[in-house]
């Protein structure tokens, strides 16, 4: 997303050069000389490019529509709920898993034209539109990150781009928790989808509880890596 050769591609291009040379540990707050909405406008399409590029990678259109099969989702699938943008064509729907991954990022790409919610090409102020756009955009590329992370992940290190996914999702999920371009409740979905395991169900210890003999339950303790994200939650 973006034009090479715009202003707006080089003003993006010297605050990203600026983000590098912070290091990874200092790359959260925008550089002296940066404007915040710039800052977020780089790490908001970067966010996008690094998801589509692994997405593509991956392969993981034709696997995640491989496991759904021919047939249109039912209640029981996996769906996720679809809060259609003004300019959809279609109406609020439950979209099989794919084809949210599909239209977010059909959806993104349209946004990026959109002077409503992006600035011009060749500069000028960030319209009042871009921070909800950037909320929006930012709810729909975590819940693919979610998905990607539980039902792909395999076939991301499989084309070996384990790392990079990790070191693109934490870069995503600091900026968007630090701009609050993202919820506590989405923080938390994040959290349990990325350190989870497939098939299996995080619980409360309440929760446990109440299901002892029903079902069988394992202490999983302290998940390295998991203490990134924040403190734990119930």
Same mark, same amino acid.
């Given at each position: ?15 990203? !050069? ?47 529509r491989?496991?759904l #099969? ?6 029981g ?20 898993? !794919? ?7 059909e959806?993104?790409?349209? !946004? ?26 930012? #709810? ?8 990607l ?20 999702f ?25 350190? #989870? ?23 999983r ?14």
């Amino acid at each position: 997303v973006g034009s090479r050769g715009s202003l707006r591609a080089a003003r993006r291009a010297g605050a990203a !050069a600026r983000r590098r040379a912070l290091g990874p540990d200092n790359a959260v707050e925008a550089p002296a000389g940066c404007e915040e909405d710039l800052w977020i406008d780089i790490h908001v399409v970067e966010a996008f490019n690094d998801l589509h590029a692994l997405w593509e990678q991956g392969g993981l259109d034709e696997k995640c529509r491989a496991k759904l #099969g021919a047939n249109p989702p039912t209640a029981g699938d996996r769906t996720y709920a679809w809060d259609a943008d003004s300019d959809d064509d279609g109406e609020d729907t439950d979209l099989a898993a !794919a084809d949210y991954v599909a239209r977010t990022f059909e959806s993104f790409t349209r !946004a990026s034209r959109d002077r409503a919610v992006f600035p011009d090409e060749d500069g000028g102020s960030f319209p009042a539109g871009f921070r909800p756009g950037a909320r929006k955009a930012c #709810g729909r590329l975590l819940r693919c990150w979610m998905h990607l992370y539980h039902n792909h992940f395999t076939a991301v290190s499989e084309v070996g781009r384990a790392d990079a996914a990790n070191a693109c999702f934490k870069r995503f999920l600091t900026i968007a928790l630090r701009y609050e371009l993202v919820g506590e409740a989405m923080e938390l979905a994040a959290a349990l989808c990325r350190f #989870g395991v497939p098939g299996e169900v995080h619980v409360s210890s309440s929760t446990r509880g109440l299901v002892v003999g029903a079902f069988a339950a394992e202490e999983r303790g302290a998940v390295e890596g998991a203490a990134e994200l924040g403190p734990a939650q119930p």
